[in-house]
């Protein structure tokens, strides 16, 4: 049984405890982004932090990043989205475009879908070659450990819905005219690979799961619960990153 069949999808949230933990998790989350950036007390600079989002289609991995972004500053963090790469793109390797988004220290920054896609959709597109792909794994575990390493805390999320929530955030998307363009024919098109690509990211969690940048698989079914995983999730980890970093750690009541 893989990591996915695990998940409880069934978990879910009212709509009063979602908001009084989304306010009280959006706080701390500020209060922690302004001491990593030396901006509140203490003015040495923190560790990097590098959120990474990767999950189904329609897994709600933009909503994750707007709660999440929503109470900072917008000089205070950077969002990056990934999509195919470009011609210039695929004549380098395949590592090369992200790097110029990775944020240093006391930095901020976000990105939807990452260098993942090389053992995903690269992968059962064909779009990269077995030996290619295959060798991607050691590739992308020694280039997040020595992120880590020089100071970048890596935060990795897996956003994970069943095929029949799937259905039918695809079908209201495509009823809407505002958030048609969010669905593609190559969303409905990786519906039919659902096998391949989850065992292609069954692979993944096998393969890239480490000490220095461990995943963290989050069920998407409820938006609601899904955006306050996400948020408790990702203060814990600066909490932790700070605490091994000798960068003091405000008092988790000071501003709430």
Do not use: C
């Not at 989002?53 to 500053?73: H, T």
């Amino acid at each position: 049984m893989g990591r996915l069949d695990e998940l409880d999808l069934s978990s879910r949230l009212s709509r009063q405890e979602y908001d009084d933990r989304l306010y009280t998790a959006q706080r701390r989350l500020l209060e922690l982004r302004l001491e990593l950036a030396g901006l509140l007390g203490d003015p040495e600079l923190g560790p990097g932090v590098l959120v990474v989002m990767e999950g189904s289609d329609a897994g709600g991995k933009g909503g994750a990043i707007k709660r999440i972004v929503e109470p900072l500053d917008p000089r205070h963090y950077r969002v990056s989205a990934f999509a195919k790469p470009t011609f210039d793109e695929k004549r380098k390797h395949f590592l090369w475009r992200f790097w110029k988004e990775v944020p240093g220290l006391g930095g901020f920054a976000l990105f939807d879908r990452s260098w993942y896609g090389r053992v995903l959709v690269e992968r059962v597109e064909d779009y990269a070659t077995k030996e290619q792909w295959t060798r991607a794994y050691d590739e992308i575990v020694q280039f997040e450990r020595n992120l880590v390493l020089e100071g970048v805390l890596i935060v990795k999320f897996w956003l994970q819905v069943s095929p029949d929530e799937q259905l039918k955030r695809f079908e209201k998307r495509q009823g809407d005219p505002l958030r048609q363009w969010k669905l593609t024919d190559e969303d409905w098109r990786n519906r039919d690979k659902i096998g391949q690509y989850t065992e292609a990211v069954e692979d993944m969690f096998d393969r890239t799961d480490h000490d220095l940048a461990p995943w963290h698989i989050v069920s998407g079914e409820q938006k609601r619960w899904a955006r306050v995983q996400v948020l408790e999730t990702l203060i814990q980890r600066i909490e932790q990153g700070m605490a091994g970093y000798e960068k003091p750690i405000p008092d988790d009541d000071s501003f709430i």
